[in-house]
């Protein structure tokens, strides 16, 4: 055996045993302490919105199309959305600005998707709304002087003649919201404002006894209050008969501030929880199924260099599924069919080395040339394939890189890892692990022509 | 030795009968739906929801509850057992109501019905269905171009290089028609609906399928310089055989990871696989019995040519 096939035999193994040990189903992460420095690092699947469940929303500038936009607000907008969706306490979410005017966001495992995009998308306007002496019932829809981008100005087209109201002031005074209960235990808002809001608070409150105050959040009335007796501390509360839910809502609303731009949804995708675990548990039993077949036909086909292509082939799967771990990859389930497919690839450039072996060793070649000559005369056409593949999988990422196709994407990505990583795993491995095999028979091994399928 | 490309005014006409079917579909879809193919929420917009129920349920029952408001113009499906039932609208309101309605839906379903899951539920805006659509045109120009320049590029030093350039174009038109042809039948016959997937299956298995019969044509082409006394019938015939194996052994590897899939994976790629596999069985029965025919059939017209009238030239018309 030549000192650089021992070299490459060493790389492997280690290799191997590193990828196993990242690959283990119940890799424990990285936790360590050295000196003050810790290292938290987790190891493991990174699991697509199809496999453990959840929503896919993605919002949208709810503005004129040819009417440009401001990357700045569309900026702050993302940030709150984003202030938002962590407030939901959502696991592992995604916020991500796509494009110009769009906001894709992700949330595993949610259950109540009406309520959430609810949270998301809307303004987060709040008013205090001078009423004067009309009580205004909640829910209803009004208008006020307050001129903002994002305004709902849908709801005029009603055609009654509408009043519009006095906004006294708005949420941006606000200081801190959070969630009460009150003596009998329903829960409301308790707020303080900010200096001058407090200031503006006091003087209304002052000389407007005994009007209402009503309080809007997004036009809608949550509530109005009486004005018993002046407020000067700019401390309040807001009660209104909702639910934990809506409050808790309300109040992620308000502490982030409204948004500067109105956004729509224009495209949502979920999955039921019981769909993804069901996926997960179908898409393992198919890969180790698929697996396995193609083992065990290599195995029979090919006999001695079969058994050594499926070793390769288990060095692919283990860094293959180390990579997924470590770059970390999103797993979906076209992702895990490219996965399964590039396993069909890595063996079909054993399969071109192989088939060119056994045509060498027919024509009584001895075993050293016959194995060198196939890789040699093999490698052009593993390139052409390999090279072909992954055009097509440059082709499908960008195609998946529109919003609508984004499922495709994780099958481009795993397929043209996979092919990647079966250039060396199907050429080097095995190339590697048949010199070792030849360095411990020897050429007496050529005798015994069964081994090869010859 | 069996030789393979003799009958091949045979395998023509299995070709016949394999496209032409899907062609006359196609052209029924294009009058009946407005395209040749049934084009799913992704191209089109609309909503997608497949819910789940305990028990089997009866079309019939569950309806009229969908039907109300929002649903109006709902076509429902049951999938397997009964339990499964897909209800796909075209969207005429926003995303947002929808999922309010799809929440409202659900609630009225329990009570009515009994209990039930939501398995999916997609919403895809006009807008997003669009720019999809433009996207997947790219991306279908994008490969023909790559496939166009790879085989330019495999057969750049070959003599009549232009006849196996086309052969492999030939070869890729008749895999992607049978395809199209099979997404239109079933669209007609089962409602099946071509997604994002269906384009995706449908690219990849092109580009193993040109690879494919590449293979064969460079094993012709290696073959004909080393044997130049043979006809070249025997050649190709010879080159076919040898090719054989690895073509074989790769699909087949290929085919069995699939069809693990199909029969034990999740259910929702089970049309994506189930396209990919039947691309790929075409994809190796065309380059035996398609393109490498069409090849022979068209070098030797030209033998014929030379053969059969030899010594006559062309006389300047009296």
Same mark, same amino acid.
């Given at each position: 055996?030549?000192q650089?096939?021992?070299?490459?035999?060493?790389?492997?193994?280690?290799?191997?045993?590193v990828?196993?040990w990242?690959?283990?189903?119940t890799?424990?992460?990285?936790?360590?302490?050295?000196?003050d420095?810790t290292?938290?690092?987790?190891?493991k699947?990174?699991?697509?919105?199809?496999?453990?469940?959840?929503?896919?929303?993605?919002?949208e500038?709810?503005?004129?199309?040819?009417?440009?936009?401001?990357?700045?607000?569309?900026?702050?907008?993302?940030?709150i959305?984003?202030?938002?969706?962590?407030?939901?306490g959502?696991?592992?979410?995604v916020?991500?600005?796509v494009?110009?005017?769009?906001?894709?966001?992700?949330?595993?495992?949610?259950?109540?998707?009406?309520?959430?995009?609810?949270?998301?998308?809307?303004?987060?306007?709040?008013?205090?709304?001078?009423?004067?002496?009309?009580?205004?019932?909640?829910?209803?829809?009004?208008?006020?002087?307050?001129v903002?981008?994002?305004?709902?100005?849908?709801?005029?087209?009603?055609?009654?003649?509408?009043?519009?109201?006095?906004?006294?002031?708005?949420?941006?005074?606000?200081k801190?919201?959070?969630?009460?209960?009150?003596?009998?235990?329903?829960?409301?808002?308790?707020?303080?404002?900010?200096?001058?809001?407090a200031?503006?608070f006091?003087?209304?409150?002052?000389?407007?006894?005994?009007?209402f105050?009503?309080?809007?959040?997004?036009?809608?009335?949550?509530?109005?209050?009486r004005?018993?007796?002046?407020?000067?501390?700019?401390m309040?509360?807001?009660?209104g008969?909702?639910?934990?839910?809506?409050?808790?809502?309300?109040?992620?609303?308000?502490?982030?501030?409204?948004?500067?731009?109105?956004?729509?949804?224009?495209?949502?995708?979920?999955?039921?929880?019981?769909?993804?675990?069901?996926?997960?548990n179908?898409?393992?039993?198919a890969?180790?199924?698929?697996?396995g077949?193609v083992?065990?036909?290599?195995?029979?086909y090919?006999r001695?260099?079969?058994?050594?292509?499926?070793?390769?082939?288990?060095?692919?799967?283990?860094?293959?599924?180390a990579?997924?771990?470590?770059?970390?990859?999103? =797993?979906?389930?076209?992702?895990? !069919? &490219? /996965?399964?497919?590039?396993?069909?690839?890595?063996? #079909?450039? $054993? @399969?071109?080395?192989f088939?060119?072996?056994?045509?060498e060793?027919?024509?009584?070649?001895? =075993?050293?040339?016959?194995?060198? !000559? &196939? /890789?040699?005369?093999?490698?052009?056409?593993i390139? #052409?394939? $390999? @090279?072909?593949?992954?055009?097509?999988?440059?082709?499908?990422?960008?195609?998946g890189?529109?919003?609508?196709?984004?499922?495709?994407? &994780? /099958?481009?990505?795993t397929?043209?890892?996979?092919?990647?990583?079966?250039?060396?795993?199907?050429?080097?491995?095995?190339?590697?692990?048949?010199?070792?095999a030849?360095?411990?028979?020897?050429?007496?091994?050529?005798e015994?022509?069964?081994?090869?399928?010859? | 030795?069996?030789?393979l490309?003799?009958?091949?005014?045979?395998?023509?006409?299995?070709?016949?009968?394999?496209?032409?079917?899907?062609?006359?579909?196609?052209?029924?879809?294009?009058?009946?739906?407005?395209?040749?193919?049934?084009?799913?929420?992704?191209?089109?917009?609309?909503?997608?929801l497949?819910?789940?129920?305990?028990?089997?349920?009866?079309?019939?029952?569950?309806?009229?509850?969908?039907?109300?408001?929002?649903?109006?113009d709902a076509?429902?499906?049951?999938?397997?057992?009964?339990?499964?039932?897909?209800?796909?609208t075209?969207?005429?309101?926003?995303?947002?109501?929808?999922?309010?309605?799809?929440?409202?839906l659900?609630?009225?379903?329990?009570?009515?019905?009994?209990?039930?899951?939501?398995?999916?539920?997609?919403?895809?805006?006009?807008?997003?269905?669009?720019?999809?659509t433009?996207?997947?045109?790219?991306?279908?120009?994008?490969?023909?171009?790559?496939?166009?320049?790879?085989?330019?590029?495999?057969?750049?030093?070959?003599?009549?290089?232009?006849?196996?350039?086309?052969?492999a174009?030939?070869?890729?038109?008749?895999?992607?028609?049978?395809?199209?042809?099979?997404a239109?039948?079933?669209?007609l016959?089962?409602?099946?609906?071509?997604d994002s997937?269906?384009?995706?299956a449908?690219?990849?298995?092109?580009?193993?399928?040109?690879?494919?019969v590449?293979?064969?044509?460079d094993?012709?082409r290696?073959?004909?310089?080393?044997?130049?006394?043979?006809?070249?019938?025997?050649?190709?015939?010879?080159?076919?055989?040898?090719?054989?194996?690895?073509?074989?052994?790769?699909?087949?590897?290929?085919?069995?990871?699939?069809?693990?899939?199909?029969f034990f994976?999740?259910?929702?790629?089970?049309?994506?696989?189930?396209?990919?596999?039947i691309?790929?069985?075409?994809?190796?029965?065309?380059?035996?019995?398609?393109?490498?025919?069409?090849?022979?059939?068209?070098?030797?017209?030209?033998?014929?040519?030379?053969?059969g009238?030899?010594?006559?030239?062309?006389?300047?018309?009296?």
């Amino acid at each position: 055996m030549r000192q650089r096939d021992v070299r490459l035999l060493i790389l492997i193994v280690v290799i191997t045993t590193v990828a196993g040990w990242v690959a283990w189903p119940t890799n424990p992460g990285i936790h360590l302490r050295v000196g003050d420095k810790t290292i938290d690092q987790d190891i493991k699947v990174h699991q697509g919105l199809d496999l453990q469940g959840g929503m896919q929303v993605l919002l949208e500038a709810d503005l004129p199309a040819d009417q440009t936009i401001d990357p700045d607000s569309m900026n702050n907008a993302r940030a709150i959305v984003e202030n938002r969706v962590n407030g939901l306490g959502v696991t592992e979410p995604v916020v991500q600005a796509v494009g110009g005017r769009r906001i894709l966001v992700e949330l595993p495992g949610i259950s109540d998707p009406e309520e959430a995009i609810a949270t998301l998308r809307e303004t987060g306007l709040m008013e205090w709304i001078d009423a004067g002496s009309t009580y205004l019932e909640p829910g209803t829809r009004v208008k006020t002087d307050v001129v903002t981008g994002s305004n709902e100005s849908a709801e005029a087209s009603e055609g009654e003649a509408e009043t519009v109201y006095h906004t006294v002031l708005t949420g941006q005074h606000l200081k801190r919201a959070e969630v009460a209960f009150d003596q009998q235990g329903f829960p409301e808002i308790s707020f303080e404002l900010d200096q001058e809001g407090a200031q503006i608070f006091a003087d209304f409150t002052a000389n407007n006894r005994g009007r209402f105050l009503a309080i809007a959040l997004d036009g809608e009335i949550i509530s109005s209050p009486r004005i018993n007796d002046p407020i000067p501390d700019g401390m309040g509360r807001i009660t209104g008969g909702f639910t934990v839910e809506e409050a808790r809502n309300m109040v992620v609303q308000l502490r982030y501030g409204s948004l500067p731009i109105a956004l729509k949804v224009v495209d949502t995708r979920e999955v039921g929880p019981t769909l993804g675990e069901d996926s997960v548990n179908k898409s393992v039993r198919a890969g180790a199924i698929g697996l396995g077949i193609v083992l065990l036909f290599m195995l029979i086909y090919y006999r001695a260099p079969g058994l050594v292509a499926d070793a390769a082939l288990i060095v692919y799967a283990l860094v293959t599924l180390a990579l997924f771990k470590l770059i970390p990859i999103t =797993l979906t389930l076209p992702g895990i !069919a &490219g /996965f399964l497919l590039s396993v069909g690839m890595a063996v #079909d450039a $054993n @399969i071109l080395i192989f088939e060119r072996m056994r045509e060498e060793l027919r024509q009584g070649k001895p =075993l050293q040339r016959a194995i060198d !000559a &196939g /890789f040699r005369r093999a490698w052009t056409s593993i390139l #052409d394939s $390999n @090279i072909s593949t992954w055009i097509t999988c440059g082709i499908l990422w960008i195609f998946g890189n529109s919003f609508g196709a984004s499922i495709v994407k &994780g /099958f481009a990505i795993t397929l043209g890892l996979g092919v990647l990583v079966s250039m060396f795993t199907a050429v080097i491995v095995t190339r590697t692990f048949l010199h070792a095999a030849f360095a411990a028979g020897g050429e007496k091994l050529r005798e015994k022509t069964w081994l090869f399928g010859v | 030795m069996f030789n393979l490309v003799q009958k091949r005014r045979w395998y023509f006409l299995i070709s016949a009968i394999l496209i032409i079917p899907g062609i006359v579909a196609m052209i029924y879809s294009t009058i009946a739906l407005g395209s040749p193919v049934r084009l799913g929420i992704d191209f089109t917009g609309g909503s997608l929801l497949e819910l789940q129920f305990e028990q089997p349920v009866e079309l019939a029952d569950i309806r009229p509850i969908i039907h109300e408001g929002v649903f109006a113009d709902a076509t429902i499906q049951t999938v397997g057992d009964h339990r499964n039932v897909v209800i796909r609208t075209s969207l005429n309101v926003g995303a947002q109501e929808a999922v309010a309605a799809k929440e409202a839906l659900k609630t009225r379903l329990a009570e009515e019905i009994g209990p039930v899951t939501e398995m999916r539920f997609d919403s895809v805006g006009p807008s997003i269905g669009r720019e999809t659509t433009r996207a997947a045109l790219v991306a279908i120009l994008a490969t023909s171009g790559a496939i166009l320049i790879f085989i330019a590029i495999a057969f750049r030093r070959v003599p009549n290089a232009f006849r196996y350039g086309v052969c492999a174009v030939a070869k890729m038109l008749h895999d992607v028609l049978f395809l199209l042809g099979v997404a239109s039948i079933l669209g007609l016959v089962a409602g099946w609906e071509v997604d994002s997937l269906f384009l995706t299956a449908v690219l990849t298995v092109i580009g193993f399928s040109v690879q494919d019969v590449i293979v064969v044509f460079d094993r012709i082409r290696e073959n004909v310089n080393r044997r130049r006394g043979e006809p070249f019938e025997t050649i190709v015939n010879r080159s076919l055989l040898e090719t054989l194996h690895r073509s074989l052994a790769t699909q087949l590897n290929a085919i069995f990871v699939m069809v693990a899939i199909i029969f034990f994976g999740g259910v929702t790629i089970r049309n994506f696989l189930a396209i990919m596999l039947i691309g790929m069985i075409t994809g190796t029965y065309s380059s035996i019995f398609f393109a490498v025919p069409l090849l022979v059939t068209w070098q030797q017209r030209e033998l014929k040519r030379l053969v059969g009238r030899p010594g006559v030239k062309r006389a300047p018309a009296a």
